[in-house]
C-alpha cells in the first residue's frame, strides 16, 4: 500500500469486514501490543461509539468507518490537539477532493467544523470522530456518511456525501483522509499548533455564531464563539466575560 511507507506515520491498513466499534477493536489491539501507525477499517460497523455517549453504526459499504492509532504525546497542548487535527485532516481532504475533480462534486468544497470535531455540510453532519487515549497512544476514530440515502440517515440532523449530491469512493476517500490526517500530525510534530489553529479557524464554521452552550454543572451559557484558544478550548465571549469551554461541553449553535 502506498500510503505505507519507510519513516512513514502509517504501518499497516487491517480492513475487517464487519464489527461493533472499531475504536474498541484497536484500543484492544493496542492493549496487545499493537504499535502505533495502525489503521483498522470496518466495511459495516454495528455499534459504533461517539462522543458524549452517541452512537455511530455504518451499514455494510454505505460510509466510512476506521480508526487509527497515532502514537502518545508527552506535551499536553499537542495531546489536546489531536482530535482537532483529525477534524483538520478529514475536511482538508474533502476540499482537495472537491478541487481535483470540480464539477459533480457538489457541495463537498462545503465541508467545515463545528467545534470541536463534527464535520459539517451546511448546518448537517457529515462525519464524526472520537479520539480516546490508551497507555501507548491515542486511538482515533472517524466515522463519514458516504452513500447513505436520506430515509438510511440515523437524524434527521445527520447527511451524506450522495445527498449533498458529491458521490464518491469510499477507498481514495480513505486514502485521501489518510494522507492528510499524516501531513498534518507532521505539521504538529514539528511546528507545534500554531499553523494548525491558523488551519483550523479558517475551517470553523462555529466561530462568529452565537452559541447555547449546556455546562456540566447543569448551566447554560449563552455568547458569541469568537475564538480557539492555544489548548483548542473554545471561547465564548458573554455579558460576564469570556469562557473557556473544553470539548466535553454540549455546544449548540443558535
Ligand atoms: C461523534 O460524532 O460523536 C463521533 C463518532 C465517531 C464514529 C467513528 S466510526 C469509526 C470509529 N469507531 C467507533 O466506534 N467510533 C468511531
Redesign the pocket.
Known amino acids: 500500500h502506498a500510503l505505507v511507507r519507510p519513516g512513514g506515520l502509517w504501518r499497516e491498513i487491517r480492513v475487517v469486514e464487519e464489527t461493533g466499534?472499531?475504536?474498541?477493536d484497536l484500543a484492544d489491539l493496542a492493549r496487545e501490543g499493537a504499535e502505533p501507525g495502525l489503521v483498522l477499517v470496518?466495511e459495516a460497523?454495528t455499534?459504533?461509539?461517539?462522543?458524549?455517549g452517541?452512537t455511530?453504526s455504518?451499514p455494510p459499504r454505505s460510509g466510512l468507518?476506521?480508526?487509527v492509532l497515532l502514537p502518545q504525546e508527552e506535551s499536553v497542548t499537542r495531546l489536546g490537539w489531536l482530535p482537532l487535527v483529525a477534524g483538520i485532516a478529514v475536511v482538508s481532504a474533502l476540499r482537495g477532493f472537491a478541487e481535483v475533480e470540480g464539477v459533480g462534486r457538489g457541495r463537498m468544497a462545503e465541508a467545515a467544523l463545528k467545534w470541536p470535531n463534527?464535520v459539517l455540510i451546511g448546518d448537517r453532519?457529515l462525519a464524526?470522530?472520537?479520539a480516546q487515549r490508551v497507555e501507548t497512544g491515542v486511538v482515533v476514530?472517524?466515522?463519514l456518511n458516504v452513500s447513505l440515502r436520506a430515509d438510511e440517515l440515523p437524524v434527521p440532523t445527520a447527511t451524506s456525501l450522495a445527498i449533498e449530491e458529491a458521490p464518491a469512493d469510499r477507498d481514495p476517500l480513505l486514502r485521501a483522509i489518510l494522507r492528510a490526517l499524516e501531513a498534518r500530525h507532521e505539521e504538529l510534530r514539528t511546528g507545534g499548533e500554531s499553523p494548525l489553529r491558523e488551519a483550523y479557524r479558517a475551517m470553523c464554521a462555529t466561530l462568529g455564531r452565537r452559541v447555547r452552550v449546556e455546562l456540566p454543572d447543569g448551566s447554560t451559557l449563552i455568547g458569541e464563539a469568537v475564538d480557539v484558544e492555544e489548548a483548542g478550548r473554545l471561547v465564548v465571549r458573554a455579558d460576564d466575560g469570556e469562557h473557556l469551554l473544553n470539548a466535553g461541553d454540549v455546544v449548540h449553535v443558535r
Request: glycine share 20%.
Open positions: 466499534s472499531t475504536n474498541v470496518a460497523q455499534s459504533g461509539r461517539g462522543r458524549m452517541r455511530w455504518a468507518a476506521f480508526s463534527d453532519k464524526g470522530i472520537l476514530g472517524i466515522g
